[in-house]
């Protein structure tokens, strides 16, 4: 497991280096120029001059880049050019509000996907089979900001029952701050949630139809024991995969949430940073936002090969 670990780690630093190398050059490519965006029209020549000398941006592209990497390499982000702040320091400020909506929207994705797909495929080729598909797949297709407002528009304008934006405030009252980030979960939660509920069902229906199942039954094992003893059980270990992909979508999904619900966190501070062409803080937020993608697809893989032992016999025997 070691060596498993160790070798996964490796593969992550090619990656990493092409996500930096793609957002550096993407935000070199946008029209415009940074210095005068951030001066104003009222700035002369020099003083643009200046501040691009002072920015770095009068280099070459190439030298800028290294440079940057070379920060990088020693924990530096860089400094944001709007809000004059460390860019590390304005990742950790925004970081816990991504992380509870994240959270909260990967749980209502397990509570509703994983019981949906069980039921979809114990009632296989039934109305309520295709009613679990269809709502699946409408919950895939639907486009997150489009149920963002019309939860808004339902719960906090028309019935008033939860508030639409902000996140509240967690020292008043539990409730207070958890009533905030309802909406904009389920917003987040319902891709998710369709693809748990799917890949939930194939799994188990796959499982459902091995020999080891059928000897059960005939044995005359209780029906609940051979739906949740032994098939629940096995049809998971694959969904586990599935689950920590979806903790990585959610912090990309995370963007379009934040900015419709106004919810100050990694998403809303990189649509801020690109509107006001805030280069090091949108590099330094993608490079975090993709470290953090790779370590939780880390952290599946060996959570999987913990608790599926057909993984750790395939290793050994690719490495023996």
Same mark, same amino acid.
């Given at each position: 497991?070691?060596?498993?670990?160790?070798?996964?780690?490796?593969?992550?630093?090619?990656?990493?280096?092409?996500?930096?190398?793609?957002?550096?050059?993407?935000?070199?490519?946008?029209?415009?120029?940074?210095?005068?965006?951030?001066?104003?029209?009222?700035?002369?020549?020099?003083?643009?001059?200046?501040?691009?000398?002072?920015?770095?941006?009068?280099?070459?592209?190439?030298?800028?880049?290294?440079?940057?990497?070379?920060?990088?390499?020693?924990?530096?982000?860089?400094?944001?050019?709007?809000?004059?702040?460390?860019?590390?320091?304005?990742?950790?400020?925004?970081?816990?509000?991504?992380?509870?909506?994240?959270?909260?929207?990967?749980?209502?994705?397990?509570?509703?996907?994983?019981?949906?797909?069980?039921?979809?495929?114990?009632?296989?080729?039934?109305?309520?089979?295709?009613?679990?598909?269809?709502?699946?797949?409408? %919950?895939?297709?639907?486009?997150?900001? =489009?149920? &963002?407002?019309?939860?808004? $528009?339902?719960? *906090? @304008?028309? #019935? +008033?029952? !939860?508030?639409?934006?902000?996140? %509240?405030?967690?020292?008043?009252?539990? =409730?207070? &701050?958890?009533?905030?980030? $309802?909406?904009? *979960? @389920?917003? #987040? +939660?319902? !891709?998710?949630?369709?693809?748990?509920?799917?890949?939930?069902?194939?799994?188990?229906?796959?499982?459902?139809?091995?020999?080891?199942?059928?000897?059960?039954?005939?044995?005359?094992?209780?029906?609940?024991?051979?739906?949740?003893?032994?098939?629940?059980?096995?049809?998971?270990?694959?969904?586990?995969?599935?689950?920590?992909?979806?903790?990585?979508?959610?912090?990309?999904?995370?963007?379009?949430?934040?900015?419709?619900?106004?919810?100050?966190?990694?998403?809303?501070?990189?649509?801020?940073?690109?509107?006001?062409?805030?280069?090091?803080?949108?590099?330094?937020?993608?490079?975090?936002?993709?470290?953090?993608?790779?370590?939780?697809?880390?952290?599946?893989?060996?959570?999987?090969?913990?608790?599926?032992?057909?993984?750790?016999?395939?290793?050994?025997?690719?490495?023996?």
């Amino acid at each position: 497991m070691t060596k498993y670990i160790i070798k996964r780690l490796l593969q992550a630093i090619p990656t990493l280096f092409f996500v930096i190398l793609t957002v550096f050059l993407i935000m070199k490519m946008i029209p415009g120029d940074p210095a005068m965006v951030l001066l104003g029209p009222q700035a002369g020549p020099e003083d643009i001059a200046r501040f691009r000398q002072q920015l770095g941006l009068d280099k070459p592209v190439i030298v800028q880049f290294f440079l940057y990497l070379k920060r990088i390499l020693t924990g530096d982000l860089g400094t944001s050019l709007v809000y004059r702040q460390d860019v590390l320091s304005l990742i950790f400020e925004r970081l816990p509000t991504t992380i509870i909506l994240s959270i909260c929207a990967l749980f209502i994705a397990i509570v509703i996907g994983i019981p949906a797909g069980i039921l979809a495929a114990i009632k296989h080729n039934s109305f309520v089979d295709l009613l679990v598909t269809s709502l699946s797949l409408i %919950g895939i297709s639907i486009p997150i900001f =489009w149920f &963002g407002m019309v939860l808004i $528009i339902i719960f *906090s @304008l028309q #019935l +008033g029952w !939860l508030p639409a934006v902000g996140t %509240g405030d967690f020292s008043k009252s539990i =409730w207070d &701050g958890l009533s905030h980030f $309802i909406l904009p *979960s @389920l917003a #987040l +939660g319902i !891709l998710s949630t369709g693809t748990i509920a799917r890949f939930t069902r194939s799994s188990m229906l796959e499982i459902l139809n091995q020999d080891y199942i059928r000897t059960a039954y005939a044995k005359g094992l209780r029906r609940h024991l051979i739906l949740y003893r032994h098939a629940l059980r096995n049809a998971l270990i694959p969904v586990i995969t599935v689950i920590g992909l979806q903790l990585g979508n959610l912090l990309a999904g995370a963007v379009l949430t934040e900015t419709v619900f106004a919810l100050p966190g990694l998403g809303k501070l990189m649509v801020d940073g690109i509107f006001r062409r805030d280069y090091m803080l949108v590099q330094g937020e993608v490079l975090f936002t993709a470290m953090m993608y790779i370590f939780v697809n880390l952290a599946v893989d060996i959570t999987y090969a913990f608790i599926n032992p057909k993984v750790r016999q395939t290793y050994r025997g690719v490495t023996g």
